[in-house]
């Protein structure tokens, strides 16, 4: 079992349509919860991060989290075909390292 | 405010080789992780160095090895190289420990094609 894990996808939904992320990670000590968004060719970058249970806005996204269910979302609404990217969930687990889950590919199509 | 720079971008070596990349942080930085992106395993964590210091090491065999200096710029080597290494090398800099802010910032990568 990966200590985070993501469905690789590809996820396709429409333009304006809200893109739904999902993570979830085993180490249940881990505090910390990130979301990169990598372009084709390009390097991951930051995009959200969130420590508490609960829901987090930023803009057009949210990040939910549950610790009980070991379980992070990120919420993606009124969706952008330049919102097409691979998104990256990260967790910081206990033992001090930042793990990446695989990724989730999103198409947005115009 | 420059990026991180890592050199070289591209590079091909053969089996048994060894290789050394470099990573220059973001000015005033002084956490380097560096991690290995494949397609089938995407990101994985190999170690991450903080004022000179390993202070996490992923799951990597000891070919892999790393360092980072004085000045926070950092190096990481792999030695006998096999076919298997072939992967996009990516370091990342932060402020303060990655764990801390989570906000990493990555150089555009070092991709190594092992023949």
């Known amino acids: ?110 | 405010k420059a990026g991180v720079t890592q050199t070289p971008r591209y590079l091909i070596k053969t089996r048994g080789q060894q290789v050394t990349l470099s990573c220059s942080p973001i000015s005033g930085h002084r956490s380097v992780s560096w991690y290995q992106q494949t397609p089938g395993q995407g990101l994985q964590f190999l170690f991450e160095y903080f004022s000179e210091t390993q202070r996490n090491k992923g799951n990597f065999p000891g070919r892999f090895s790393g360092r980072q200096f004085s000045n926070s710029r950092s190096e990481m080597n792999v030695s006998t190289l096999e076919l298997g290494d072939s992967a996009l090398y990516l370091c990342a800099s932060s402020l303060i420990l990655a764990g801390d802010t989570g906000e990493l910032f990555f150089g555009e990568g070092s991709r190594l094609t092992v023949l």
Not at chain 1, 1 to 26: D, R
Not at chain 1, 33 to 52: A, D, H, T, V
Not at chain 1, 56 to 70: H, M, P, V, Y
């Open chain 1, 1 to 110: 079992q990966k200590e985070v894990e993501q469905n690789s996808g590809p996820l396709s939904v429409p333009e304006g349509a809200i893109a739904s992320l999902n993570c979830t990670y085993s180490d249940r000590g881990s505090q910390s919860f990130f979301w990169y968004r990598q372009y084709s060719g390009k390097s991951p970058e930051l995009i959200m991060f969130i420590y508490s249970n609960g829901d987090k806005e930023d803009g057009r996204f949210t990040a939910q989290l549950n610790k009980a269910s070991q379980y992070v979302s990120l919420l993606i609404r009124d969706s952008q075909p330049s919102d097409s990217a691979t998104y990256l969930c990260a967790v910081y687990n206990q033992g001090g390292k930042l793990i990446f889950g695989q990724g989730t590919e999103l198409s947005v199509k115009p």
